[in-house]
């Protein structure tokens, strides 16, 4: 039975390089994966999901109006899973359709994503992956300080907490830090002296 699966986590905790893997992994016992990622995600240029570690590979660009369901009907051959990178930048109503997909086709869907935004608030995509997936798993990494790293941070250019602005700004190890609750808090307070 096909499942619908959310694989979280924060910024820099292996998502996008284990997306690649698992797509190494269908392909190497000759299965074919369709490999998508949300068109607003064009850090590594479009058709190109590329990780930290430096795997890289092409795919699928998906914008946000497009309905994903109809799309893979209309799929030139036959694929035996489907991957999203990326996930929270997915609107509700596709990962509906994923789920769709998979109730429908008995296709299994991956999705790797954040689960929050700088702000802590939940991304819309991944809100609805959270009420709805079959399976949910958290991919942790740690906090400098060594506790489990829960909170996607963005820095501006002094290395200062934002916490307020515009939910998306796509960007790297230069705008983001990963760090445990605490030491978020404890971040503010700091600069706030």
């Known amino acids: 039975m096909a499942k619908l699966y959310f694989k979280y986590g924060v910024m820099g ?4 390089a284990q997306a690649l893997i698992t797509k190494f992994n269908y392909e190497e016992r000759g299965m074919k994966v369709w490999l998508i990622k949300p068109q607003i995600d064009n850090r590594d240029g479009d058709h ?3 990780s930290r570690a430096g ?4 795919a699928y660009i998906l914008p946000d109006s497009e309905d994903v369901y109809e799309s893979y009907s209309k799929l030139p051959e036959p694929v035996d899973v489907i991957i999203v990178d990326e996930a929270q930048f997915l609107t509700e109503e596709q990962v509906d359709q ?4 998979v109730i429908d086709f008995n296709m299994p869907v991956l999705c790797f994503g954040l689960r929050a935004d700088f702000r802590t608030k939940m991304f819309p995509g991944s809100k609805r992956l959270m009420e709805i997936a079959d399976s949910i798993t958290e991919i942790k990494t740690i906090c400098s300080c060594g506790r489990k790293a829960t909170v996607n941070v ?4 002094n290395g200062k907490i934002i916490t307020e602005g515009e939910q998306i700004l796509i960007g790297g190890n230069d705008t983001y830090t990963a760090m445990c609750y605490q030491c978020y808090i404890n971040g503010q307070k700091e600069q706030d002296k």
């Open 13 to 16: 905790s292996s998502k996008t």
């Open 48 to 50: 190109l999901i590329k």
């Open 55 to 58: 795997l890289s590979a092409p």
């Open 98 to 101: 994923l789920s769709m997909i």
């Open 154 to 157: 963005r820095l501006d250019g």
